[in-house]
T-cell receptor
């Protein structure tokens, strides 16, 4: 139980285009979802926290207009990287938290974004 | 805010030996401490967690200890196996519902 999926697993796009990444909790309802960014050989950096039906809370230094987060249902959150540039290339990981027995963060497999 | 420090950054042990990874945290309000294992190209996987009302927790070959007074916690892996090779992250949080602050990671290699 407590499986989180991400789609796509990897994406290559041209500079200036937008990319959407989906995060789904497959077997539980996620009241809160978190989005992280991870550079090679570094730790995970929290970008934002989103609660279902509410606006996301962004960490300091993260541009909310650049990284659009939508948490429209209890099983789906999306991260859209708008007008992507090469410096946005990274490994993006989501996590989902449920309630009761799933009241902890379960991480997705990550999405590798490469911007050319 | 919370700051989590993790040591060592790399660790190589002989298969069958034990591995120990240590972390310290700064915020005395933190009371939830998960440990994650991340394999190359994958997301972190929760392997064990401990809450502040417990000093030690064990799950087969993995154990975690917590010293709230000193604000440090450790991961112990016994009888290491090749499949234990990965990057391990410690983390701290005020609760399992709050945002998690990660340590810098330890790359564990198991020598055959």
């Amino acid at each position: 139980g407590a499986v989180v999926s991400q789609h796509p697993s990897w994406v290559i796009c041209k500079s200036g285009t937008s990319v959407k990444i989906e995060c789904r909790s497959l077997d539980f309802q996620a009241t809160t979802m978190f989005w992280y960014r991870q550079f090679p050989k570094q730790s995970l950096m929290l970008m934002a926290t989103s609660n279902e039906g509410s606006k996301a809370t962004y960490e300091q230094g993260v541009e909310k207009d650049k990284f659009l987060i939508n948490h429209a249902s209890l099983t789906l959150s999306t991260l859209t990287v708008t007008s992507a540039h090469p410096e946005d290339s990274s490994f993006y990981i989501c996590s989902a938290r449920g309630t009761g027995s799933t009241d902890t963060q379960y991480f997705g497999p990550g999405t590798r974004l490469t911007v050319l | 805010g919370e700051n989590v420090e993790q040591h060592p950054s790399t660790l190589s042990v002989q298969e069958g030996d034990s591995a120990v990874i240590k972390c310290t945290y700064s915020d005395s309000a933190s009371n939830y401490f998960p440990w994650y294992k991340q394999e190359l190209g994958k997301g972190p996987q929760l392997i064990i967690d401990i809450r502040s009302n417990v000093g030690e927790k064990k799950d087969q070959r993995i154990a975690v200890t917590l010293n709230k007074t000193a604000k440090h916690f450790s991961l112990h892996i016994t009888e290491t196996q090749p499949e234990d090779s990965a990057v391990y992250f410690c983390a701290a949080s005020i609760s399992s519902a709050s945002k998690i602050i990660f340590g810098s990671g330890t790359r564990l290699s198991i020598r055959p």
